[in-house]
């Protein structure tokens, strides 16, 4: 069965850096898209980012673009997402998810950043 | 960015009632719209998606409706189970969400 395990999350300082990381099996990776969404605590389900199966194509919300990275090895069936420059309303949980025609049709468990000082 | 607005952002309801939950978007998104359950500490779980056909394993008291700007999610009967948040999401264009509807007894 499809299965998507985040990890990487934790505590950092704000203007830190984080690299998260999702490994993916039970499906043809490289056959989907693949996107981050976050949620804040008590809040509402936020997109971030979406990177096609060979990662030439990318896309980002506003309010990550130019401080979040997203990438994949597909070869390590892995997506990624390089967070630079956290602020402290990055702080949420991110869910990997997988894009079937828009839809996520499966989600990770998440993981917490916390952005504090 | 296409803007989502779900009403109500909550309601009581008891087990048996029929409940229907809107969607509506800031501009026509076709049938581009998705529907999310959410129950508190899980992720998400895709329950149907081009506004009216079921992800596989949903059950069918749940349906949806609607194209351009106004969607519908229902649920038929309410089961105890079905106590959680619903979230559309449009993905005409660059993805975004609603703000939610906690359905609470």
Redesign the interface.
Known sequence: QVQLLESGGGLVKPGGSLRLSCEASGFSFSDYYM?WIRQAPGK????LS?INGNGYTI?Y??SVKGRFTISRDNAKTSLYLQMDSLRVEDTAVY?CVRD???????????TLVTVSS | DIQLTQSPSSLSASVGDRVTITCRASQSISTYLNWYQQKPGKAPTLLMFSASKLQSGVPSRFSGSGSGTDFTLTISSLQPEDFATYFCQQSFSTLTFGGGTKVEI
């Open positions: 996107s509402g389900l936020e997109w979406y896309y919300a506003d869910y079937h025609d828009g839809a996520a049709d499966h989600w990770g468990q998440g």
